[in-house]
């Protein structure tokens, strides 16, 4: 079956970084877009950036452009965030989540806390 499973997340002070990986099974990972999402306290989920199959195409919402950066490696089925910079604002539940047959997948997320 189709698994997803973020991991890296944790506290972190502003301006910090921290690296988010999102390993998969299930499913053919080299042919399917990825996407991280975030769900912020009080907040509806939002897409935090995406990338296209091949690695090629990446885009980000505009609240993280320049700071974040989604990446993936095929061989290891594994997806990553890198998030430089980090504002308490960034603080959230952050879920990978992928597309397979029509059907959404999603991890159970990781969270992340931007705090001094």
């Known amino acids: 079956q189709v698994q997803l499973v973020e991991s890296g997340g944790g506290l972190v002070q502003p301006g910090g970084s921290l690296r988010l990986s999102c390993a998969t099974s299930g499913f053919t990972f080299s042919s399917h877009t990825l996407r991280w999402h975030r769900r912020a306290p009080g907040k509806e989920r939002e897409l935090v950036a995406a990338?296209?199959?091949?690695?090629?195409?990446?885009n980000y919402a505009d609240s993280v452009k320049g700071r974040f950066t989604i990446s993936r490696d095929n061989a290891k089925n594994t997806m990553y965030l890198q998030m430089n910079s980090l504002k308490p604002e960034d603080t959230a539940v952050y879920y990978c989540g992928t597309v397979v047959r029509d059907l959404g997948y999603w991890g159970q997320g990781t969270q992340v806390t931007v705090a001094s």
């Open positions: 990338i296209s199959s091949d690695g090629v195409n990446t």
